[in-house]
């Protein structure tokens, strides 16, 4: 595997449901981030991790709670989530942070019911 | 906060033809980027500005880092059908020397297509 990768692509959920999406990066580098992506709107920063810290909370509803146990994995817990959260949640990775040159996976694409 | 405008939103051209697109703020960026982003795929990065009127190529593309700072765009010339996507500028400040309070404000968009 090189570069970033996410899984699942695709999650159907209820509103009630608990999952997680997951996020691996195999560049070596030390931050990782989560994006919400809806149509029509710009990309929404979510998270950021640097060496497994997170520096950045975006103001992000509890029903989503990340997790990185180490530089290479970053997780996102969903519970309870709404429909309006339906979105592809893209996870990237930089270097360092701050670092404009992030790398994307490919997303998950999430429909909540 | 800041924001990016950019334009066009949409854009619909023949094969052989040059694009140009824009991204403007009222906000002064240390660094611009730009994004493409492929149906079903995260963005890949494009071009990366770190200096005030630097222009950048990678191919057919070009891109500039207004002299203001307050703006950038991408050029692209001789467009082919694999040009379709979306593209996205993206503007990043750093704001204290401490390395963790910065921000990487992403615009709306430019979905290009390319009719062969």
């Known amino acids: 595997e090189t570069g970033v990768t996410q899984t699942p692509r695709h999650l159907v959920m209820g509103m009630t449901n608990k999952k997680s999406l997951k996020c691996e990066q195999h560049?070596?580098?030390?931050?990782m981030y989560w994006y919400k992506q809806s149509a029509k709107k710009p990309l929404e920063l979510m998270f950021v991790?640097?060496?497994?810290?997170?520096?950045e909370n975006n103001s992000v509803p509890s029903r989503f709670s990340p997790e990185c146990p180490n530089s290479s994995h970053l997780f996102l817990h969903l519970h309870t989530l709404q429909p309006e959260d339906s979105a592809l949640y893209l996870c990237?990775?930089?270097?360092?942070?701050?670092?404009?040159?992030?790398?994307f996976g490919p997303g998950t694409r999430l429909t909540v019911l | 906060g800041q924001q990016l405008n950019q334009s066009p939103q949409s854009m619909f051209i023949q094969e052989g033809e040059d694009v140009s697109m824009n991204c403007t703020s009222s906000?002064?960026?240390?660094?611009w980027l730009w994004y493409k982003q492929d149906p079903g795929e995260g963005p890949v990065l494009l071009i990366a500005?770190?200096?005030?009127?630097e222009l950048t190529s990678n191919g057919r593309l070009t891109a500039q880092f207004g002299i203001t700072r307050k703006d950038s765009f991408l050029n692209i010339s001789a467009s082919i059908p694999s040009d379709v996507g979306i593209y996205f500028c993206?503007?990043?400040?750093?704001?204290?020397?401490?390395?963790?309070?910065?921000?990487?404000?992403f615009g709306k968009g430019t979905l290009l297509t390319v009719n062969p």
């Open positions: 993206a503007g990043q400040i750093l704001m204290n020397s401490g390395g963790s309070n910065y921000k990487l404000t």
């Open positions: 991790y640097n060496f497994k810290e997170q520096t």
């Open positions: 906000s002064i960026f240390n660094t």
């Open positions: 990237a990775s930089s270097q360092d942070t701050p670092s404009g040159e992030q790398f």
């Open positions: 560049l070596g580098h030390n931050a």
């Open positions: 500005l770190y200096k005030a009127g």
